[in-house]
Structure formats: C-alpha cells, structure tokens
C-alpha cells in the first residue's frame, strides 16, 4: 500500500511540474492537472494547434486559384461550343449505292451542310448545272465549245485565239503580235504610234500635221476634176478644156478668131475649200508661141472657195495655151 501512494504521489508530482513548465497554475488539483495533460496529448489538440498556425494569406491563395480555374473551364467550354457551331460541315463519302442511284434518277445526295469528296476522276454524260458559285483550286480545261454570258478575268491570261463579235476595252491595250484588221477601225480619240505605219493606202477625211512632213515619193493628188468654160476673151470659135484635181491641173485654151483682153477661163472646184484657197497659174506656151507668153500679162482676175478665173491683159493670137495650177487652202 505505501508502495502504491508513493507511485500515486510521484505521478501528481510530475504532473504538477508539467503544468508549471507550461504556465498553467500552481494551485490545480491533482484531478484538473491530469485532465490538462490528458487534452494536451490528444490528436485533436494537435489539429487545432497546425489549423491555428495556418496563415490567412495562403487562404486566400487557394481561393484565387479556385477562382481561375473555374473561369478557365467556363472560356474552354465556350470556345468548345462556338467551335463546334462554326465546323457544322461534315465531309460524306460518295458510296456505290449512291452513285446507282444518281445513274438511275434524280437524287439528293446530303445536305447543304455536308461535303462531298470524290478522290476518282468523274465523268458526266449529261449537262451539270451549278446554282451555288464555282471555286476550281486547279486548272481547267474545255475541250470544246464555252458559252459564258459575262467573263470578269482579274488575273493575267493566255489566249491562243480569240474570236469577239464585239470588244469594249475600258482600259490600256498592249498588242505585242500583229494586228490584222479585216473590217474598219473607228478611232474617237487621240492616236499616238511609236512606230512607223505601213499601210498600202490610208484614206483620212481630214489630216493635221504638227511636224515638218517628207515624201519619199511623188506626191499625186486625187480627188474629182473641176469643172471649167470658157471666158469672153477667147474670141470666135475658142474653148477651153482642163485636166487634174482641184489640188493640181492643166487648164488648156484654144482661141479663136477676134479675141481680146478679158476672161480666157472660169475653174469650178469640184470640192469647195473651206476658206478661200491659195493658186499659182503658170502658163505654158504651145509650139511657135513662145513669143506670145513673153509680151503677154495672164492674171488671176478672181478666186474664191468654190472656183478661180484665168485672164489676159491683152487679146492672144489665134492659137493654144495652156495654164498649169496649184491650189492650196
């Protein structure tokens, strides 16, 4: 019994040291110094003794954490979704029983949200007909006839031959090949060559040259001939005949017996100029009167835009004389 007490007391004895090491009061009883030290070996008090030392900011780092990742899913999700709304095409394989019944009748074949891939070549007996545009990533190639209502090419294009009823060109044109033109050409505008123009024959209503002008070659003068007759001082029986344009002519006056000074010879233009023209006469004696052009005055004694008169100062003798002309506006 002594041996009991004495273990009992050596064990109130420790527990009393242990509560004054920890802070707790001297003044406990034995009882209340056991239940101390009873809670203070629990598992639980060690919980609560981790939980309290915890720091408040790591809370609220898991919490932030939290609060991104399930913004995250949230986005993920979203776009998932628009994804899947976009990429609504599905891709369908052509299959034999689909094609039988494409040879054998009408058929829908899909739907517009479907796309169809045909990895062999496709041959088609009958007419194709396309409601919806046309994409071709590759070349294409026509082995006969192409009828298209309207062509817009944005590209560069070769043609080996082109046969157009009519061509509208709203831009530049570069011909770097010959050129033949069967029909006429009609030009509206301004025309600049940079090059010499060969032609067999150019006909121009109206030419206007800015430049000095060189012929290589005689210059002929067509256009009708004039008309012409005969003046009051050719005498009895004279007449009087001309040859040319109204550009260059002969004009050739018989005379005739009691001849005078007047009027040899009226030149109507066959083509009226638009102002009145410039004329030079040059007379040109026949045989044996070579005598008579040097005591002799020939004049012009009128000219206007539709003719011009050829006179002498005095009365010529019984022969022929010829008068060569020019006339130019």
Not at 34 to 60: E, F, Q, T
Not at 276 to 285: G, L, Q, W
């Amino acid at each position: 019994m002594e041996e009991n007490n004495k273990d009992g007391s050596d064990e109130l004895e420790a527990l009393e040291d242990e509560a004054t090491v920890a802070g707790e009061p001297e003044d406990k009883s034995p009882d209340e110094l056991a239940a101390i030290k009873k809670s203070k070996g629990s598992p639980g008090s060690i919980l609560n003794n981790v939980a309290s030392r915890i720091n408040i900011y790591l809370l609220l780092f898991v919490l932030l954490l939290v609060i991104a990742l399930i913004i995250a899913f949230v986005v993920i999700q979203a776009s998932k979704n628009e994804d899947s709304k976009q990429s609504n095409v599905e891709a369908q394989e052509l299959t034999q029983e689909a094609i039988d019944s494409l040879n054998s009748n009408e058929a829908t074949v899909g739907d517009p949200k479907q796309l169809l891939n045909i990895e062999s070549n496709a041959v088609f007996a009958g007419k194709v007909l396309i409601r919806d545009g046309l994409d071709v990533a590759g070349s294409i190639k026509v082995g006969g006839k192409l009828e298209l209502p309207g062509l817009n090419v944005t590209g560069k294009s070769v043609f080996d031959e082109v046969q157009i009823n009519a061509l509208s060109v709203s831009g530049d044109t570069s011909v770097n090949g010959t050129l033949t033109i069967n029909g006429g050409l009609t030009v509206n505008s301004k025309t600049s060559f940079a090059a010499p123009i060969s032609a067999p024959g150019i006909t121009i209503d109206a030419l206007r040259l800015t430049g000095d002008i060189q012929f290589n070659g005689h210059i002929d003068a067509g256009g009708g001939t004039p008309g012409v007759s005969s003046g009051g001082a050719v005498g009895a029986g004279g007449t009087v005949t001309i040859s040319g344009t109204d550009t260059a002519g002969t004009v050739t006056v018989n005379i005739g017996a009691g001849a005078v000074a007047g009027v040899l010879a009226n030149v109507t233009f066959s083509d009226s100029f638009g102002n009145k023209p410039h004329v030079v006469i040059t007379p040109v004696a026949s045989l044996g009167s070579a005598a008579v052009i040097g005591t002799q005055r020939f004049y012009l004694s009128s000219r206007t835009s539709t003719s011009f008169s050829i006179a002498t100062g005095g009365a010529v003798p019984v022969g022929s004389i010829s008068f060569d002309y020019i006339v130019i506006d």
